[in-house]
């Protein structure tokens, strides 16, 4: 499930309840569709995964952390070259999460939030490529709505399922989150239409409010606030590091006997007067990979 190596990993063939963010990065790399060109899809997918820190913290009588203050994001570029752009309303409520291939011209992939009541209602991945199409993804196609979730949530303002379509309407699955007492995601199930368990997924946390594992994946972290985490946007099961305290500093497997296996590790440059990432460096086998900067409103 977790192989830092391959680069990322294509959740929809593995749970059907995160086809909304089917070519998106998750915490685990096993790359279970080849089809696509290696290098933007390292690119693209790695980064957001492999950068920042994830959710919540680990007893019950731990205190969370309180969110993050400071400007919000609005662009990663890396190596020279836009990459990431974030999109807002008035509201300064994050409506577009836009991919851009190498060329940092042509959008590659865009998340549409749509917010009701100050809450995500609904989620859009489009894809200017089919997904697991045989022909590689090349910059100037246009973008077309692959998948949708929309969310539910409970008395206390948290999501509680998330339904997930092919498309606009095509119900394939359906996840029920679970939380502890701290207001935790501690557990995801997803099931078929029929009420079929096909997966379920857990998280355990640091007490300083980062994921530290799911499932195979691990991480460890600097002590700045993660800028991320001001989003405020539901994860299914990929963006869990948004909601995250700190951002990574490592990101690895472990093989049967504890030890670490396919280390990334990540340095930053921080800004002086909010702690917020200004840079970043991509190192695996001791070599830089990527050079990244983060520009905010």
């Known amino acids: 499930m977790w192989d830092c190596k391959s680069g990322c990993c294509w959740t929809w063939v593995t749970n059907l309840s995160k086809i909304n963010f089917a070519l998106f990065p998750t915490f685990y790399f096993q790359t279970a569709s080849s089809e696509k060109k290696d290098k933007p899809m390292k690119k693209i997918c790695c980064f957001i995964c492999l950068c920042f820190g994830l959710f919540q913290c680990k007893s019950d009588e731990t205190t969370l952390p309180a969110a993050a203050t400071g400007p919000l994001i609005s662009e990663i570029k890396t190596d020279g070259k836009l990459e990431m752009a974030f999109l807002y309303n008035a509201q300064n409520q994050l409506i577009e999460l836009q991919k851009y291939f190498d060329d940092g011209k042509s959008i590659w992939e865009s998340t ?64 029920v989150w679970e939380y502890d007492n701290l207001g935790r995601k501690v557990e995801t199930k997803t099931y078929t239409p029929d009420g079929k368990n096909t997966s379920t997924n857990s998280f355990s946390y640091d007490n300083r409010g980062n994921l530290v594992r799911w499932e195979t994946s691990h991480w460890e972290y600097d002590d700045k606030p993660n800028p991320f985490r001001l989003l405020n946007v539901p994860s299914d099961g990929v963006y869990e590091y948004w909601a995250s305290a700190n951002n990574g500093t490592s990101n690895f497997g472990k093989d049967a006997n504890g030890n670490k296996t396919n280390m990334w590790r990540y340095e930053y440059t921080y800004d002086a007067k909010t702690n917020f990432p200004i840079t970043m460096k991509t190192i695996t086998s001791n070599q830089t990979t990527r050079q990244s900067v983060f520009v905010y409103r």
Do not use: I
Not at 144 to 169: F, H, P
């Open 112 to 175: 549409r939030y749509t917010w009701t009541n100050n809450r995500v209602e609904r989620m859009e991945f489009w894809s200017s490529h089919p997904l697991y199409s045989s022909a590689s993804p090349a910059p100037g196609k246009p973008l077309a709505l692959e998948n949708t979730t929309t969310c539910e949530y409970d008395a206390q303002g948290r999501v509680a399922k998330t339904n997930n379509y092919v498309g606009a309407s095509d119900l394939r699955t359906y996840s």
